[in-house]
């Protein structure tokens, strides 16, 4: 009988302390080893979940740099099972904060038992931070460029550990709008048709790079769908004026568009031209500034003899940003007292 009891009280203090073995889990990251470790980023997270839990726990993930042991800081947090005996929750690895160094790191989670009523394997992860956000080093169209049609939005990166990417406009998705390759030269391209709407506006192309490590990068560019041609105006001289030899003539052009940014100076031309049509000049530009939604071009002829005939014409083109060309407008002069 003594006997019988004694074996009872041994089933016993194994059955209890089976009752007590608890298990740790790492959801993420994923463990990695030495050799390949698990890529992160710099705001990462420990994910773990508790099974078979009594009392509150306390949660220790200590981080060591693995070519040399060096500990490089402590995380602590805390997790109370429930009425099964499960709680799950977070450790802030923050990595961010004291980190600098892209390389392998060791890092060791335990689980205690405040009571110390139930036990818990350690975990072991290996992990390599990666600090560094992509990077953009080129994208077209530029910021405030006029665009119409099929518009393809170029942008040229710097990540070797791209996860992927996404172009949208205005924050809404287009067709073909995401990706997780580049080509050779590092570049995506998405073909933006602006075809489909219905009134020139300005939108904005927004760019989102990601890497394995979940850091992103983002870039709103703003440019302006314009399939209007700009309208060219002479605000001086008018046509069928007498300019008297000798005068510095002067020219004022008003340019009207989608916008006072939808026009460069550089897509402006006046230029000098006999009845017979051969070039004479260009019209030196003296200012270029907004005026409303357009723009007032304004230059100067200075006289030279001999340049000008008796009769000649002043001739204004415009192009815009967006590739739109005006209808060309003409004054003509005549010399004259």
């Given at each position: 009988?003594?006997?019988?009891?004694?074996?009872?009280?041994?089933?016993?203090?194994?059955?209890?302390?089976?009752?007590?073995?608890?298990?740790?889990?790492?959801?993420?990251?994923?463990?990695?080893?030495?050799?390949?470790?698990?890529?992160?980023?710099?705001?990462?997270?420990?994910?773990?979940?508790?099974?078979?839990?009594?009392?509150?726990?306390?949660?220790r993930a200590t981080i060591r740099k693995f070519s040399n042991n060096q500990e490089i800081g402590v995380r602590t947090a805390e997790a109370t099972p429930d009425s099964d005996g499960k709680a799950s929750g977070e450790i802030n690895l923050g990595f961010a904060e004291n980190v600098t160094e892209e390389v392998t790191y060791?890092?060791?989670?335990?689980?205690?038992?405040?009571?110390?009523?139930?036990?818990?394997?350690?975990?072991?992860?290996?992990?390599?931070?990666?600090?560094?956000?992509?990077?953009?080093?080129?994208?077209?169209?530029?910021?405030?460029?006029?665009?119409?049609?099929?518009?393809?939005?170029?942008?040229?990166?710097?990540?070797?550990?791209?996860?992927?990417?996404?172009?949208?406009?205005?924050?809404?998705?287009?067709?073909?709008?995401?990706?997780?390759?580049?080509?050779?030269?590092?570049?995506?391209?998405?073909?933006?048709?602006?075809?489909?709407?219905?009134?020139?506006?300005?939108?904005?192309?927004?760019?989102?790079?990601?890497?394995?490590?979940?850091?992103?990068?983002?870039?709103?560019?703003?440019?302006?769908?314009?399939?209007?041609?700009?309208?060219?105006?002479?605000?001086?001289?008018?046509?069928?004026?007498?300019?008297?030899?000798?005068?510095?003539?002067?020219?004022?052009?008003?340019?009207?568009?989608?916008?006072?940014?939808?026009?460069?100076?550089?897509?402006?031309?006046?230029?000098?031209?006999?009845?017979?049509?051969?070039?004479?000049?260009?019209?030196?530009?003296?200012?270029?500034?907004?005026?409303?939604?357009?723009?007032?071009?304004?230059?100067?002829?200075?006289?030279?003899?001999?340049?000008?005939?008796?009769?000649?014409?002043?001739?204004?083109?415009?192009?815009?940003?967006?590739?739109?060309?005006?209808?060309?407008?003409?004054?003509?002069?005549?010399?004259?007292?």
């Amino acid at each position: 009988m003594k006997k019988l009891r004694s074996i009872a009280v041994v089933l016993s203090m194994l059955g209890a302390a089976i009752a007590s073995a608890g298990t740790l889990t790492i959801t993420e990251p994923a463990a990695g080893t030495s050799s390949n470790p698990t890529l992160i980023g710099k705001n990462a997270k420990i994910k773990f979940n508790i099974a078979g839990g009594v009392n509150k726990v306390n949660l220790r993930a200590t981080i060591r740099k693995f070519s040399n042991n060096q500990e490089i800081g402590v995380r602590t947090a805390e997790a109370t099972p429930d009425s099964d005996g499960k709680a799950s929750g977070e450790i802030n690895l923050g990595f961010a904060e004291n980190v600098t160094e892209e390389v392998t790191y060791r890092v060791i989670v335990t689980a205690t038992d405040i009571n110390n009523a139930t036990t818990y394997s350690s975990r072991t992860l290996f992990v390599l931070p990666d600090l560094t956000r992509p990077k953009i080093l080129q994208f077209n169209p530029t910021e405030g460029l006029g665009v119409k049609g099929i518009v393809p939005i170029t942008v040229r990166i710097l990540e070797p550990n791209l996860k992927d990417w996404r172009i949208q406009i205005n924050n809404e998705d287009i067709p073909n709008n995401t990706g997780e390759t580049v080509d050779s030269n590092r570049e995506f391209t998405v073909n933006w048709n602006t075809s489909a709407l219905l009134a020139d506006a300005e939108k904005t192309i927004n760019i989102r790079l990601r890497d394995l490590a979940d850091n992103e990068t983002t870039l709103n560019v703003t440019v302006f769908v314009d399939r209007k041609a700009p309208t060219v105006s002479f605000a001086s001289p008018r046509s069928g004026t007498t300019i008297s030899p000798g005068t510095t003539i002067n020219v004022a052009i008003d340019i009207g568009d989608f916008s006072s940014d939808t026009v460069d100076v550089s897509g402006v031309d006046v230029v000098v031209r006999d009845t017979s049509g051969r070039f004479l000049a260009r019209v030196a530009r003296v200012s270029f500034n907004a005026n409303g939604n357009g723009r007032r071009w304004v230059g100067r002829i200075r006289w030279r003899p001999g340049v000008l005939p008796s009769t000649f014409r002043i001739t204004a083109n415009v192009l815009d940003k967006a590739g739109n060309a005006s209808t060309p407008q003409t004054v003509t002069l005549r010399l004259g007292r």
